[in-house]
């Protein structure tokens, strides 16, 4: 299988419910390194998994979906834990939307499978990894 990862960062604020989280309970910022990894068993006509930027621009436009936002107050995440491993399925399932609408170009139907990683530090990150 052959990968490519692009590659950006995001900040958020929110904040936790349930013990578990103790003092994350309260509102606190995190800002994340996002990993995105597009798979493919065999290369394109073009000899390439996928076009680098094109794959580096179409993250950047999720990302920046999400990026300064104080999740707490964001519709569709009201009742929700925003984290780390959530918001990692909401980046890939979102790039895998622009992927299905044409986004990577026509040769982007070969890709297999995305992984998106976020990396809370250097010592701790999750990632969830979808079918295409």
Do not use: C, K
Request: hydrophobic residues 50%.
């Amino acid at each position: 299988m052959f990968s490519v990862t692009v590659r950006d960062h995001l900040m958020v604020a929110h904040s936790f419910r349930g013990e578990v989280f103790g003092p994350a309970q309260a509102l606190h910022g995190a800002t994340f390194v996002v990993d995105a990894t597009l798979r493919r068993p065999e290369l394109d006509p073009d000899g390439i998994v996928v076009d680098i930027g094109a794959a580096t621009r179409e993250l950047g436009a999720v990302v920046a979906e999400l990026n300064y936002r104080n999740l707490d107050e964001v519709p569709e995440f009201a009742g929700v834990n925003t984290s780390t491993e959530f918001l990692a399925r909401v980046v890939a399932d979102r790039l895998a939307g622009r992927i299905a609408a044409g986004a990577l170009g026509a040769h982007a139907d070969g890709l297999a499978s995305i992984a998106v990683t976020l990396h809370e530090s250097h010592v701790a990150w999750a990632s969830y990894e979808r079918e295409l």
